[in-house]
């Protein structure tokens, strides 16, 4: 059993940056790829990103590639998020997921709370 706490959400002005992390409980972390999803009120859930269980693979959706990275740290049992070059159209509710570094939600078994981002124009 994994259990995920998101944080580091908050509010940033277009164009700033924010690094979301994810802290996990459970000796075997380092088993599990990760991902990052949102969802922005009255939308659905979408993929943003997802790394390996060694970080060496990574993936992310169109419309962050090349302004989000995605990363981890076994050791600390921590997921991380770096995002730069925020538009109005990033806010969201950020989730974690852990067992899968697929784009389908349904994949995932384990989920955070999540952390609320809101870039303001």
């Known amino acids: 059993q994994v259990q995920l706490v998101e944080s580091g959400g908050g509010l940033v002005q277009a164009g700033g940056s924010l690094r979301l992390s994810c802290a996990a409980s459970g000796r075997t972390f380092g088993n599990y790829a990760m991902g990052w999803f949102r969802q922005a009120p009255g939308k659905e859930r979408e993929f943003v990103a997802a790394?390996?269980?060694?970080?060496?693979?990574?993936n992310y959706a169109t419309s962050v590639k090349g302004r989000f990275t995605i990363s981890r740290d076994n050791p600390k049992n921590t997921v991380y998020l770096q995002m730069n070059s925020l538009t109005p159209e990033d806010t969201a509710l950020y989730y974690c997921?852990?067992?899968?570094?697929?784009?389908?939600?349904?994949?995932?078994?384990?989920w955070g709370q999540g952390t609320q981002v809101t870039v303001s124009s």
């Open positions: 790394i390996n269980w060694s970080g060496g693979s990574t």
């Open positions: 997921a852990g067992g899968a570094s697929s784009s389908w939600s349904g994949a995932y078994a384990y």
